[in-house]
């Protein structure tokens, strides 16, 4: 897959919010309510960055997770994508269905790897190339 990345030279947009510098009322909303806000985070930028006011934005997000979790996941990026200044179509796919998604699952484990400061020999020939942005809001892990 890794190999496939570097030749096909898909856009990657990073961000990660590191959870134990969440205020602590953040955290104890729970797990969605970080995942809302990296994804608002994310979205607000990148959207900018990728289209004009006037265009139609694609977001495929891959499900995951029990049925209530996809509900609940679901329901948080719509209200982010209702939050950010671009019209976004919000596309639920099966990750096993859309190669994008496989390599934004590729991509962004290469991208925990080098955060967590641990080896990972794609990341520089393969996801780094093409990486527009890497954004760390809260930082990282010391």
């Known amino acids: 897959m890794f190999d496939l990345i570097k030749t096909q030279q898909p856009r990657f947009d990073l961000t990660f919010l590191l959870k134990e510098h969440a205020y602590p009322a953040v955290r104890a909303r729970g797990e969605m309510e970080l995942y809302r806000m990296a994804w ?46 671009r019209r976004i179509v919000l596309c639920v796919w099966d990750c096993a269905t859309s190669w994008g998604l496989q390599v934004a699952d590729y991509g962004l484990w290469a991208a925990q790897r080098v955060l967590e400061g641990k080896r990972c020999s794609w990341w520089d020939p393969s996801v780094r190339p093409t990486v527009q942005s890497f954004f760390l809001p809260w930082g990282k892990a010391e």
């Open 40 to 85: 608002y985070l994310h979205f607000k930028e990148i959207a900018k960055q990728v289209a004009e006011a006037e265009d139609t934005l694609y977001a495929i997000v891959s499900s995951f997770g029990t049925r209530a979790r996809a509900t609940a996941a679901r329901d948080a990026v719509r209200e982010v994508c209702g939050l950010v200044n």
